[in-house]
T-cell receptor, first 109, second 116 residues
Framework: GQQVMQIPQYQHVQEGEDFTTYCNSSTTLSNIQWYKQRPGGHPVFLIQLVKSGEVKKQKRLTFQFGEAKKNSSLHITATQTTDVGTYFCVSSNTGKLIFGQGTTLQVKP | KAGVTQTPRYLIKTRGQQVTLSCSPISGHRSVSWYQQTPGQGLQFLFE???????NKGNFPGRFSGRQFSNSRSEMNVSTLELGDSALYLCASSLVAGSGGANVLTFGAGSRLTVL
């Protein structure tokens, strides 16, 4: 079945450094969503990408969908302590939502 | 408007018991999906209900079951609990079911189950 591989699993950065997490699929994705889960919290929707090569920005966050619609990335510029949490990519296959394993970001002040 | 409400928030059970968890979706949302989250396995899809019908099911044993009522509220049940069932169980609601641009999930705070 379809799998979404997300890397890295963990990332520790100094506040102010950039951060990127990647999701890769062996099959073409119809769309991809990104969620953030703060420690002790629940996942919260960030954004959805649908079009090949799509790029969307939310303040310091930049989301990209690959040209072949098989990969996606989330880039955070100049991380802040409020960015701490786990970032998940989510794709769908025949109606089933498939979550990447998540990338847990820790930011040192 | 009110968010997704899950009850109970915390519960402790012993092996062999059964548990029922409840989820009330956002008003107007007709799709409810359930997920199990553990440190080792991450977020795993359990099942999805739409208009009282199970639309999709993940790869979990038959001990895990669910249902949805006419008011879109959903319950999931786990029978014959095992230690490995200890997890955070998350419920999410959305306007529509399945894949597609409108299927943005709103999660509840979760029910944390500990099996002793």
């Amino acid at each position: 079945g379809q799998q979404v591989m997300q890397i890295p699993q963990y990332q520790h950065v100094q506040e102010g450094e950039d951060f990127t997490t990647y999701c890769n699929s062996s099959t073409t994705l119809s769309n991809i969503q990104w969620y953030k889960q703060r420690p002790g919290g629940h996942p919260v929707f960030l954004i959805q990408l649908v079009k090949s090569g799509e790029v969307k920005k939310q303040k310091r966050l930049t989301f990209q969908f690959g040209e072949a619609k098989k990969n996606s990335s989330l880039h955070i510029t100049a991380t802040q302590t409020t960015d701490v949490g786990t970032y998940f990519c989510v794709s769908s296959n025949t109606g089933k939502l498939i979550f990447g394993q998540g990338t847990t970001l820790q930011v040192k002040p | 408007k009110a968010g997704v409400t899950q009850t109970p928030r915390y519960l402790i059970k012993t092996r062999g018991q059964q548990v029922t968890l409840s989820c009330s979706p956002i008003s107007g949302h007709r799709s409810v999906s359930w997920y199990q989250q553990t440190p080792g396995q991450g977020l795993q899809f359990l099942f999805e209900y739409f208009s009282e019908t199970q639309r999709n099911k993940g790869n979990f044993p038959g001990r895990f079951s669910g249902r949805q009522f006419s008011n879109s509220r959903s319950e999931m049940n786990v029978s014959t609990l095992e230690l490995g069932d200890s997890a955070l169980y998350l419920c999410a609601s959305s306007l529509v079911a399945g894949s597609g641009g409108a299927n943005v999930l709103t999660f509840g705070a979760g029910s944390r189950l500990t099996v002793l």
